[in-house]
């Protein structure tokens, strides 16, 4: 608790510079945090080792510095979200005309969605702009914080502009209660599930475990699945993409929309891959070893 009432002070006061000075302050934390502590350097360099193994090593500390200009960036852009207009949002985070009409075009046929999308880019102005100008009314599902003061700091920033808020254990519950609104529930899906429960796959060139609760709900509620990329056009400057995958989830086979919305987020990835976070430990769990059948020991007698 007095952790965060030290700490709140400045945050406000880091949100309510103006954009020129707001950004000194993130080339200030990006010298501290690349240069002088190396947060998460061991971790993040071989990450990127490992997803791109044919570049070189001048290539990954080139990628590796870019991200941190990035993250620094971004976890301070997070802060903004407290005292930031509703014009400026907009204006730093933008729909595509396509992505707009694509949505509207949901909402026009009264159908609820799924969105789908990674830690790309700027997620949090995402979710801002599209509670600003979309008809959906936005529920993103989300991990709430151990610390009940900073879950209640992020808590408003995310709901500020009316997006509401799932904790992940009561998505479907929630989102069944939710059937009769027009809804778009975003799950950000390249988090790390247990490695016996998820759909494992080959992504950025090392298995990798994927949730596959976003595919079974997107089964059960048969609501289109839209993938989201939120792309930056330059230094605070974001747009976001949207395409549809599937138009009647039900209707695919066991791991099939996992595995489209896994290599949609790859190709993203590879792309620029800067402004993905590389910092999580995405790769902590080994894919578990195939249960070998049990023999009944009469068939070993001959």
């Known amino acids: 608790m007095l952790t965060y009432y030290l700490v709140l002070p400045f945050i406000y006061l880091i949100s309510l510079l103006p954009f020129a000075l707001f950004y000194g302050v993130c080339d200030f934390m990006f010298v501290l945090l690349y240069y002088v502590t190396g947060y998460r350097k061991k971790v993040v360099l071989q990450n990127l080792r490992n997803s791109f193994p044919e570049k070189s090593e001048k290539e990954i500390r080139a990628i590796s510095r870019r991200f941190y200009r990035y993250f ?3 976890l301070l852009e997070t802060f903004k979200t407290l005292t930031i207009s509703r014009e400026a949002a907009i204006r730093r985070c933008k729909l595509q005309p396509e992505a707009l009409a694509l949505f509207n075009r ?3 046929e009264n159908r ?11 997620w949090e102005w995402a979710g801002n702009t599209f509670s600003l100008q979309g008809r959906h009314h936005l529920y993103v599902v989300y991990h709430p914080l151990s610390n009940k003061y900073f879950n209640g700091l992020i808590y408003r920033m995310r709901t500020r502009f009316g997006t509401g808020l799932i904790a992940m254990k009561d998505t479907f519950r929630d989102m069944v209660a939710h059937k009769s609104e027009l809804d778009a529930t975003a799950f950000i899906a390249d988090q790390t599930p247990a490695p016996n429960s998820a759909y494992w796959t080959t992504f950025l060139n090392q298995d990798t475990p994927v949730f596959q609760g976003t595919e079974k709900i997107a ?9 989201v990329c939120v792309q930056r056009v330059k230094r605070g400057y974001y747009e976001i993409s949207a395409r549809t995958l599937f138009e009647e989830p039900s209707k695919t086979a066991d791991g099939e929309i996992t595995a489209a919305h896994t290599k949609a987020l790859e190709a993203d990835i590879c792309a620029q ?4 976070l590389w910092s999580h430990r995405r790769w902590k769990h080994k894919r578990p070893e195939p ?6 020991p009469a068939l070993t007698v001959l």
């Open 112 to 122: 609820s969605i799924m969105i789908v999308m990674g830690h790309y880019g700027n």
């Open 273 to 276: 891959p800067e402004y993905w």
């Open 291 to 296: 249960v070998a059948a049990k023999v009944s």
């Open 219 to 227: 089964r059960k509620m048969n609501y289109p699945v839209v993938y």
């Open 106 to 108: 949901y909402a026009a």
């Open 72 to 74: 620094c960036d971004l």
